[in-house]
Structure formats: structure tokens, C-alpha cells
């Protein structure tokens, strides 16, 4: 079956073709079958393919040639924003020399589905491992991620052996999209905020037939992840999180009222809060916008070029490596991977969607985003150096009470398996080796 379909709807995202379950099985040694004969149709999990129109696709190069451009900022750094000789270069090569269909091959290379959980299609990757007793690990992207984050690491991780490891270092893995986010679909009404994601996915891994498992996540993905934690379903085991929420009170309070440090930091907590004082008073403009107003942004889903500035302008340390990658620089991505992950929001047209989860979380407070929630199960943290923070030792003893690993890594940043696929997935092997016992 090789239709084209790249609406984002149900009939798109429910591909049972036999060409897709032949891509699957050749590309992962064992499934897990999709549901037994007697499951209830509201646990169905269907096979999913995706296959851009090339009429979307000329389209989105007419529209990156039409750009209006703004003059050029005002100063010779990036304080303004994304500089413009940034995003003229990103432009030029997304019209003359990217090529979509590389990372489609990509994704309809690995093992996708769609499953209903709660009213909502969740789509997500489930790759399995050939060798016995491996791992089952769900992990969560952030914003403005995507699957994308995850796609470097489904190789090392299910087959360790090929990669340097051992069969005993081998996970299973599921990778969800976030509800409004890629393949998934887009919620109708509002409440789709980190606790109840969380709660999907305690549903999906039992659905998928996982009674032990540890779970992983990075920015929205850490909270998710935190709440699965809280929320201690049946069979996980322990978390890890390479951004982790462990904010003091005392350090919380002065930030939010942009007053000065805390008397008596260590020197790495000093470096965290040079970190955190930055970004609050420098890096938030996207997050309040999206908090508070995130229907008005019709414009970076109208604009290609406006929705890839305001992806990569999360924060500024993965900002100005972007820029460095659009000079020619070698750095942990390239330009391809910004933008895969630009070029699947725009096909998928989740600007908005997306952005709703900041909207959704603000309206229905599950507290301060980096401040500690009580986690009480095993707690694993790499604290990458160009995140927002990198958490302290001291902060994350403090926030975990079974804190079972921390490791201050030495590069990264905020896209870690994106951006150092090797050191993440050796921080993994690490990590949950004390957990496997219990599988």
C-alpha cells in the first residue's frame, strides 16, 4: 500500500499496511504482538506510516522562498533574538539541499503506532531488543522536541552489542509523542497537562504488556516523568531525568522575585544560579507567551521561517550552537537534525498544539516547574552543562530522597540524547544497572 495521506487525522495515522509491518519486522529481531484476538477495541494499537505529500512539501519550500524578511538587529549578538544572518542560512539550505524524505525513510524504518488512551490517539515508537531480559524504558521528549530527540539512541540501546556494549546493558524501548506533538493527536479540550499525560502513559506500557519498567525524560518529558514517579503506577520501577526539578526553597523564592543569590552556595550551586537568574530574566519570553496566549502565535504556523526561529530560540546555549551548526561548525547536531525536527512540526501543523501543553500546565498548577515534588522511588540524574541549570549534587541528594545515581556530565545540553547520543546512552546503561534485578 503506498498511499499518500499527510492530513493529520485518523485515517492518516491508522495505516495497516502490510508494506509498514514488513518495514517493522525487518528492522527489529522481536514485537511484541500488537494485542491478543480477544483485547477490547478500545486497546487497539495499529501499525502507523507517514508519507509527507510532495504537494506539502513544494509547498513548504515556496513558502521559506517567500519569507518577508525584518531588517537586521540592532547589535552584534544574539540578545535581541535569533539573528537574522542565522535564519537566511538556515532558509537557503532548508530550500536548496534538505531533504525530508531521508528522515521519513528514517521513521517508517523503526516500529510506530497509534493507540487510543483516554479519548486521545497516542502515537509512539516500540522497538524491542532481541536479547533476553532487556529493559523496558518509556522516555519523553520536551518541547521543542519531538520524537527526533530519541532516534540516535533506538540502535545502541536495543542492540548493546553492536554498539560496544553487553546483552546485559539492552533496554526495550517506547518513545510516545506527546499529546499535540508530531504523530499524536491534538486535544479538543483543555486538561491534557503533565499528570494526566503521565497517568497515559502508565496505561500504555501496561496496554503494550510491561509489568516492570523505568521511565526517562528531559524537559515536559521530566515532568511527565516525575508525575509517573508520584503517581507510582504498578511496575515502575525507577525514573531517570537529565533535567531535573530540585530547586531549594530559599533559591526558588529569590528568583522568582529577581532578587540576589541565597547567602552560602557552593560554587557548583553559585554556577546554577548564574544559570537560572539568566534564563528567568533573559530566556522565559517563550514560555510566558505560551502560558498565557498561545492561539495568538497563527504566525509560525503560517510561516515556516517564523515557526523554525521560535524552535530554536528556547534557550540560548542550544541557540548558539544552532547558529554555530548554520556556520559550518561541527557540534552535537546538524543541519538536518534542526531541521527534522522543524520540518515534522510544520507537516504535522503542531505549532499551536504543541504550545498548548505550556497553557494547560499554567491553568491547572501542578507547581513550580523546577522545584521538588517528593519523589520517593529510585531517582537517577546526569546533569548536562549548557541545560537551563545544571542541578547541583547537593540540590539533587536533597530533591530525591533514593537518589541511586548522578553524574555531572562534561558537554551537552538541553537536547541530550539529541545532542550526545553516546555519553546518554552510557548513562543509562549505568544508571538502572541496579534496577535490572527487579525485572
Known amino acids: 500500500m503506498n498511499e499518500r495521506n499527510d492530513t493529520v487525522d485518523l485515517d492518516r495515522r491508522r495505516f495497516l499496511a502490510t508494506a509498514t509491518v514488513g518495514i517493522v519486522a525487518a528492522s527489529v529481531p522481536a514485537l511484541l504482538p500488537l494485542q491478543s484476538a480477544a483485547a477490547p477495541e478500545g486497546d487497539r494499537i495499529d501499525p502507523f506510516h507517514y508519507e509527507a505529500s510532495e504537494e506539502r512539501l513544494f509547498d513548504l519550500r515556496r513558502r521559506v522562498a517567500a519569507t518577508r524578511w525584518p531588517d537586521r538587529e540592532q547589535v552584534d549578538d544574539d540578545t535581541q533574538g535569533v539573528p537574522l544572518a542565522t535564519m537566511r542560512k538556515l532558509a537557503l539550505y532548508w530550500q536548496t539541499d534538505y531533504d525530508w524524505r531521508k528522515l521519513e525513510a528514517r521513521l517508517n524504518a523503526v516500529p510506530q503506532f497509534i493507540t487510543n488512551i483516554d479519548g486521545l490517539d497516542i502515537h509512539f515508537i516500540h522497538a524491542r531488543s532481541r536479547h533476553e531480559n532487556a529493559l523496558p524504558m518509556i522516555v519523553t521528549h520536551g518541547w521543542p522536541g519531538s520524537i527526533i530527540e530519541q532516534m540516535k539512541i533506538i540502535g545502541p540501546m536495543t542492540d548493546p552489542t553492536a554498539y560496544g556494549g553487553s546483552q546485559a546493558d539492552a533496554f ?12 499524536s493527536g491534538k486535544p479538543t479540550k483543555p486538561g491534557w497537562n503533565p499528570p494526566r499525560i503521565a497517568k497515559a502513559w502508565a496505561t500504555l506500557m501496561q496496554r503494550l504488556g510491561y509489568s516492570r519498567y523505568v521511565a526517562q525524560g528531559g524537559d515536559w518529558g521530566n515532568a511527565v516523568t516525575e508525575f509517573m514517579a508520584l503517581q507510582r503506577p504498578p511496575g515502575l520501577l525507577g525514573i531517570h531525568t537529565n533535567m531535573p526539578a530540585t530547586l531549594p526553597a530559599d533559591v526558588s523564592k529569590a528568583l522568582a522575585v529577581g532578587g540576589p543569590a541565597p547567602d552560602g552556595l557552593s560554587p557548583d550551586e553559585k554556577r546554577a544560579w548564574d544559570q537560572l537568574d539568566f534564563f528567568y530574566k533573559n530566556g522565559l519570553g517563550y514560555a510566558i507567551e505560551m502560558n498565557n496566549r498561545p492561539e495568538t502565535l497563527y504566525g509560525i504556523a503560517d510561516s515556516p521561517i517564523g515557526l523554525a526561529a521560535w524552535l530554536i530560540d528556547h534557550d540560548a546555549r542550544s541557540q548558539e550552537m544552532i547558529a554555530r551548526v548554520f556556520d559550518g561548525e561541527t557540534e552535537g547536531l546538524t543541519k538536518d537534525d534542526v531541521l527534522d525536527n522543524v520540518t515534522l512540526h510544520w507537516l504535522t501543523n503542531t505549532a499551536i498544539s504543541s504550545a498548548r501543553l505550556y497553557w494547560d500546565n499554567a491553568h491547572h498548577p501542578t507547581g513550580g516547574f523546577f522545584d521538588p515534588r ?3 522511588i529510585p531517582v537517577a540524574v546526569s546533569a548536562f552543562p549548557d541545560e ?52
Open 374 to 376: 517528593g519523589i520517593t
Open 172 to 183: 526495550h524501548l517506547v518513545i510516545p509523542s506527546l499529546p499535540g506533538y508530531g504523530f
Open 388 to 439: 537551563i541549570y545544571q542541578a547541583p549534587r547537593s540540590w539533587a541528594e536533597k530533591a530525591y530522597a533514593k537518589l541511586i545515581h548522578y553524574n555531572k556530565m562534561p558537554k551537552g545540553g538541553h537536547f541530550a540524547a539529541w545532542e550526545q547520543p553516546e555519553l546518554f546512552v552510557s548513562e543509562m546503561r549505568t544508571a538502572f544497572k541496579p534496577l535490572r534485578n527487579s525485572i
